[in-house]
């Protein structure tokens, strides 16, 4: 059988161990759990010295509530990823700039828990200062500065790298071409709002490059009050995260799918279970939980190695894959048992249609390297609301169902039949009996 998978964010440390930015993994209580090289050298620590500090004490100024600060902002914005630039204190004193990417991931030791994911790469050289106009014209957040009425003044070169626009395009331009279709008019109109009532906006935005494509931006915008009666100006500052997008929808595939089929897991497979189960109550439908267990898979481990029986797994997962629809959510639950959510039914009748094809796939030998292998599978069925309403219950039901398969001999499905209540003995008085 397949080998655990690895963890969230540990392909991280073990890809950037030595080289690329520094990492660092911080418990919800905002304790470093974890560090790799590059931020200890970056920072003066050692590894062993990061473990158990709180990580808001390497933050300039000091800022003891940095850590749930962007924790609570990056909950409200649904885990969007946030990136900024700042200072941190080197073990030395000394100021260190970097950009900063903040994400949130799965806890690698605690179930149903998050951890703060930094990624931060240093923008100048630790042995230098580095002032503030030389780490605008090389910081590689895109900044632009615009008047009163959002025309652009100024850009910087990152501007036009993220972007794909020079200066001489974009100067005295409103920056109405990097609007993307997919934010609403509604969505601006808000934006505008925040910036002319608070003086401020930032979060997650998709703008388009010069090339026609979409790119996600974390963009912040602050007002530049002028002094006197002259006009504010807006300056915007904003980061290409396209690879902290790609890292978080990793991240959460790790952490919902198992490693060796690609399948959900259990716990994505409740999520999807529990809203089919909202929409049927609403619609009057029906839903069928499937439990497929494979008949005797221990033998194939024994006989052909776990490598064969990796192999198997792989290709009953396609065959079984393939004789569903795409909005039904089939789930490994580890081993060599599977779940199978199919929703929106008529009937209970038309699950039993549903497991006679699955059972159809198992009548083919598997070819698999140079072995021709046989094997079939026992479905237990539970239907959502006859059996029960709870996603718990359904899958108890299934799985009792499907032993009841094994017991008779297996390669077959069967339907989860509740036990008739007990009758208790009722004496018969005097008065019956006439």
Not at 59 to 77: A, I, M, T, W, Y
Not at 273 to 291: E, N, P, V, Y
Request: glycine share 8%; aromatic share 10%.
């Amino acid at each position: 059988m397949g080998n655990k998978g690895q963890q969230p964010a540990s392909f991280l440390f073990h890809h950037y161990a030595e080289h690329g930015p520094g990492i660092a993994l911080v418990d919800e209580n905002h304790v470093t759990e974890r560090v790799n090289l590059p931020l200890c050298r970056m920072l003066g620590y050692s590894q062993s010295e990061f473990n158990g500090m709180f990580f808001g004490d390497v933050v300039l100024p000091d800022h003891g509530k940095h850590c749930q600060f962007h924790q609570d902002e990056l909950r409200s914005n649904n885990g969007a990823v946030k990136r900024t630039t700042r200072q941190y204190r080197h073990k030395n004193g000394q100021a260190v700039w970097v950009a900063e990417t903040i994400s949130m991931v799965p806890s690698e030791l605690h179930n149903g828990m998050h951890n703060l994911l930094y990624l931060v790469e240093e923008l100048t050289n630790p042995n230098g200062t580095g002032s503030p106009c030389e780490i605008v014209q090389h910081m590689p957040d895109g900044l632009v500065i615009t008047d009163e009425n959002f025309h652009i003044i100024d850009i910087n070169p990152a501007f036009s790298s993220i972007t794909g626009y020079d200066k001489g395009e974009v100067v005295g331009h409103p920056p109405l071409f990097l609007q993307s279709d997919r934010h609403s008019a509604h969505f601006y109109r808000r934006m505008f709002y925040s910036i002319k009532k608070d003086g401020y906006w930032q979060g997650e935005i998709w703008k388009l490059h010069k090339n026609g494509k979409h790119i996600p931006l974390w963009l912040r915008i602050n007002t530049l009050k002028a002094a006197g009666n002259k006009s504010p100006r807006y300056i915007g500052v904003f980061s290409d995260i396209r690879n902290q997008i790609e890292l978080r929808e990793d991240l959460l595939r790790r952490a919902n799918h198992d490693p060796l089929t690609g399948l959900p897991n259990r716990l994505l497979f409740y999520d999807r279970t529990k809203m089919a189960m909202r929409q049927a109550k609403r619609s009057g439908r029906k839903i069928a939980l499937l439990f497929v267990d494979l008949d005797r898979f221990k033998a194939v481990n024994d006989s052909y190695g776990h490598s064969t029986g990796d192999s198997v797994l792989i290709e009953i997962t396609r065959r079984l894959k393939n004789n569903l629809r795409d909005v039904d959510t089939m789930a490994r639950f580890g081993g060599d048992e599977f779940a199978i959510m199919i929703s929106d039914l008529d009937r209970a009748g038309d699950a039993a249609e549903v497991a006679e094809k699955l059972l159809a796939v198992f009548r083919y030998p598997l070819s698999i390297e140079e072995y021709e292998i046989s094997i079939t599978a026992s479905i237990g069925i539970s239907i959502y609301p006859d059996d029960t309403d709870n996603v718990d219950h359904m899958l108890c039901q299934a799985d009792s169902a499907m032993y009841q398969i094994k017991r008779d001999g297996c390669n077959n499905y069967r339907f989860f039949q509740a036990r008739p209540k007990r009758q208790e003995y009722q004496p018969i008085n005097d008065q019956d009996q006439e």
